[in-house]
């Protein structure tokens, strides 16, 4: 059969005892065809976002140089983070990922929570993916006649094909994604480090430290405006999670997965701190603002002919990417809570190419609604379905660890064995990541604006989780009693 879903007998999974595997429902039926390449792109993509494309530049000027300590400290929880997820794929690969591992420690209420948080996540940012691409695309004159909506259903229609047809195809479309970051900010950084080494002249500004320590040093405003700056870091970090999610569809996961997670250290440091801290040493912070890419502002002042061009086009990139990745992603989870009843079934069935397309149309759809609703919505409500992912990353983050520190209790048990690849200093990791998860909520609300009513709306995330756990026991229960 073309679509098919599991059947409902083999949803139930094995009590986890020493030497018992846990078996999810959800891992059947994928095919293996991720390569090591595949894995290692797909982690530097979930890495290098549109929040340091874009988004530096605003906080840039919002919170001075001390951007770069920001992003080296939220990089490191991130770190954190996939590194956990990392040992416990390593444990029991899964394309569930922390569903699967919420089902096993947490039970199937964890595993609905993580799921449906993860997934507001991916639907709010499928909303914000699919409009940036068309704006982005509005910027060169052969589309500008063409409406925003009907490019941003090419830009979905595009991304959803290469989804739906194949993981190879998938594969590939985030491997080049990746390429084209990576090689747009290899390229900006040799660039930036001559002209620090040569103190070539920017627009009248001689780079160098002066530029930091005549303006206020590292931080011109003091402390605060670098922890407000936090929470929009963490998002721009969202989606490093990714490979751990495409561990379970690569042949050899206990192999390629250490060397991509552990990567991602030193990509962040050279990436992320390090062109913070170039972008500071070549201009003043108050040369950029939130309306421009900080590497294009520092192209255009040098007078770099098709700066903005060039950047447009990987700022774009960037977003069809996070598109992607979010259809990818989502797919798997919908069809991991699907087959134990925490989802509607349609998400838990499959095409000839082995992708769960129900999960993946699902997610598609709040993007095309979004993008519909877009035309109505004033910026203030488009900012707020951009703080709504940033609870879902926050809310996925936090089941990440607490399954983590659930691992190395029942480690400490004796009731199962840890992996040799592990996540340092456990438990203390877990809790004080956990710990600055909280903390990232509690700035969001601090901060006032859109962030504060983010928060208040918490109390309605609750409200509809709880509501929709009460719709889908009673299924759930009824499987998990076959």
């Not at 001689?206 to 402390?223: E, K, Q, R, S, Y």
């Not at 349609?346 to 000839?352: I, S």
């Amino acid at each position: 059969m073309s679509d098919r879903t599991m059947p409902a007998a083999e949803t139930t999974a094995a009590t986890p005892t020493q030497g018992t595997p846990h078996i999810d429902a959800g891992d059947a039926g994928y095919s293996k065809d991720l390569k090591s390449r595949h894995i290692n792109m797909i982690a530097i993509g979930g890495a290098i976002g549109t929040g340091l494309f874009l988004g530096a530049g605003g906080r840039m000027a919002g919170a001075g140089p001390s951007l770069a300590i920001a992003y080296a400290v939220c990089g490191v929880f991130a770190f954190f983070v996939v590194r956990a997820l990392g040992e416990l794929v390593l444990y029991r690969p899964s394309s569930g990922a922390f569903v699967s591992y919420a089902r096993e420690f947490m039970g199937e209420k964890g595993a609905y929570t993580a799921g449906w948080l993860y997934f507001l996540n991916w639907s709010t940012t499928a909303v914000a993916d699919i409009t940036a691409a068309a704006t982005y695309a509005h910027f060169w004159a052969m589309f500008s006649d063409i409406p925003q909506w009907v490019l941003a259903l090419i830009a979905l229609a595009v991304v959803l094909a290469a989804n739906l047809i194949s993981v190879k195809y998938f594969g590939e479309m985030e491997f080049w994604f990746a390429i084209v970051k990576v090689a747009a900010l290899v390229a900006f950084m040799l660039v930036g480090i001559y002209l620090v080494a040569t103190q070539h002249s920017v627009d009248g500004n001689t780079p160098g430290l002066a530029n930091i320590t005549d303006h206020g040093g590292i931080f011109p405003m003091g402390t605060l405006p670098m922890l407000l700056v936090v929470q929009g870091v963490v998002f721009a970090y969202a989606s490093v999670e990714l490979c751990g999610v495409a561990a379970g569809e690569t042949e050899n996961p206990q192999k390629i997965l250490p060397k991509a997670i552990n990567s991602i250290m030193w990509r962040v440091g050279i990436f992320y701190v390090g062109s913070v801290v170039l972008l500071a040493l070549i201009l003043p912070y108050t040369a950029y603002s939130g309306d421009q890419s900080p590497f294009v502002t520092v192209l255009d002042k040098l007078g770099v002919p098709g700066a903005a061009g060039v950047m447009n086009l990987v700022v774009l990139t960037a977003a069809l990417s996070s598109l992607n990745s979010g259809l990818y992603s989502t797919g798997r989870i919908l069809r991991s809570m699907a087959v134990a009843g925490s989802a509607p079934k349609f998400t838990a069935r499959m095409n000839k190419g082995q992708v769960p397309y129900g999960g993946v149309l699902l997610t598609a759809a709040f993007g095309a609604a979004g993008v519909a609703l877009n035309k109505l919505m004033p910026d203030d409500a488009f900012e707020i379905v951009l703080n709504f992912a940033s609870i879902g990353i926050l809310g996925t983050w936090a089941m990440i660890m607490i399954c983590s520190l659930l691992f190395w209790r029942r480690a400490q048990e004796g009731k199962l064995t840890r992996p040799s690849y592990q996540l340092p200093w456990a438990p203390y990791t877990q809790i004080v990541t956990l710990v600055f998860l909280a903390t990232v909520l509690y700035l969001m609300w601090y901060g006032g604006g859109v962030g504060r009513t983010t928060v208040y709306c918490l109390p309605v995330i609750l409200a509809m989780l709880v509501g929709g756990w009460f719709l889908v026991r009673k299924r759930v229960g009824e499987l998990a009693a076959k």
